[in-house]
């Protein structure tokens, strides 16, 4: 019997993952590992990682971060830029993100007197270091953003240091901002002419609809940085995912069992934690088997439903036609798949099919579903939408 005082999940469900429960990405991780190399050799690069929501884009990121950090002896700040939306929120956020990532105490010291009169708070080891909220002086910031970072690297040189990485995360409302892109460019400009050796790794992480919005504003950040488009995980990796994590709590996972939970999750790593979480807390011996997987699985697609569909989706998809339909989906379409108005609606009652292009429009219009490329064809916008519609389909009828 699995001891529950202290039984702790591996998993990270809705979060980045940590460093030691990372799996897979071999061929990005060795692309990003050669820019790090690349970065300590005194070069400036840049990358931008980018893929659908749910495939594992911050924690790579984190993942790349605590790489540079261990085994090259960067400084690193992972920043979360959402709800920014001026250039000088941008600045005073990276600067205090990076103060409060610090945890080498003479390093703090150092990067202190660099701000200065910047900082207007702080507590031990810069835990709640605030900054100015001043317009104008974090105007004097982004206007010298590129010699801060080179006060800031001077004193890195001298506690051994070998240079920064900065991950710019979650772009959202900035990437609106055309000075951003601007920015971008001078920034990269600026450093490639100045002839001074500034080893800088710059991480932008977003959505490609982001990369788009940055493109739109200043098309010649297409060339600045190098793309790493994510993709799901293939079937191997995704088993290798498993058995790793729950290998590392000496849990065996019956073949079957890992089976259904690979093929449920997709390969996008947000689902792989999901149902794996869900899954783990099913386990009461060590063991898992088809019963457990099952069970997890399912809990899993209403923790799905309620975290990324909401009471508003699930309103419309409780009407009894809407429900037939939505049932009828979620059984003959496998993860990931593709369907058409026309194949269903040969499997749908005569009495039923005035109600299929309302109920296509209406779960289109609330971003459950996408066009593809071919006219009368449709994908589930997410795969995690997907999972709690193969839930809903296999539910008693009555439900």
């Not at 400036?44 to 749910?54: D, L, P, Q, S, Y």
């Amino acid at each position: 019997m699995a001891d529950i005082k202290t039984k702790e999940s591996p998993f990270s469900p809705g979060k980045p993952v940590q460093p030691e429960y990372f799996v897979a990405r071999i061929a990005e991780i060795q692309r990003l590992d050669r820019a790090i190399r690349q970065t300590v050799s005194g070069r400036n690069e840049n990358t931008f990682i980018t893929g659908e929501r749910g495939i594992g884009k911050s924690s790579l990121a984190g993942f790349i971060r605590y790489l540079a950090e261990k085994e090259y002896n960067l400084v690193g700040s992972h920043c979360f830029l959402g709800g920014v939306r001026s250039l000088e929120d941008m600045a005073g956020l990276i600067f205090q993100r990076l103060l409060q990532d610090c945890t080498d105490k003479s390093l703090f010291d150092k990067l202190r007197e660099v701000f200065g009169g910047y900082i207007k708070g702080l507590t031990l080891f810069g835990m709640g270091v605030e900054f100015t909220k001043d317009k104008s002086e974090l105007r004097t910031l982004v206007d010298n953003f590129l010699p801060v970072l080179r006060k800031i690297y001077e004193q890195l040189q001298s506690s051994a240091k070998k240079g920064l990485i900065l991950i710019l995360d979650d772009l959202n409302g900035i990437t609106d901002v055309p000075q951003f892109s601007q920015f971008l460019k001078s920034f990269v400009d600026e450093m490639a002419t100045s002839g001074k050796v500034l080893p800088v790794f710059l991480v932008l992480v977003g959505l490609p609809e982001r990369r788009e919005d940055l493109i739109k504003h200043q098309p010649s950040v297409a060339r600045i940085f190098d793309v790493i488009d994510l993709t799901p995980m293939s079937r191997s990796e995704s088993e290798e995912f498993f058995t790793n994590i729950f290998g590392g709590q000496k849990v065996t996972v019956a073949s079957d069992a890992l089976s259904m939970m690979v093929e449920l999750s997709g390969g996008f790593p947000v689902l792989l934690h999901e149902v794996g979480d869900a899954v783990f807390w099913q386990d009461t011996d060590n063991y898992i088997d088809k019963a457990d997987a099952r069970q997890g699985i399912m809990k899993a697609a209403e923790n799905v439903g309620r975290k990324y569909i909401g009471a508003q989706v699930s309103s419309v998809l409780r009407s009894r036609t809407y429900s037939f339909i939505l049932r009828l989906i979620g059984k003959k379409l496998p993860i990931g798949a593709t369907f058409t108005r026309q194949a269903i609606l040969k499997e749908v009652p005569a009495k039923e099919q005035k109600s299929l292009d309302n109920f296509l429009i209406r779960i289109k219009k609330l971003g459950i579903i996408d066009d593809t490329e071919a006219r009368g064809e449709y994908r589930f916008a997410n795969p995690l939408y997907h999972l709690y519609v193969w839930s809903r389909a296999n539910r008693p009828a009555k439900e």
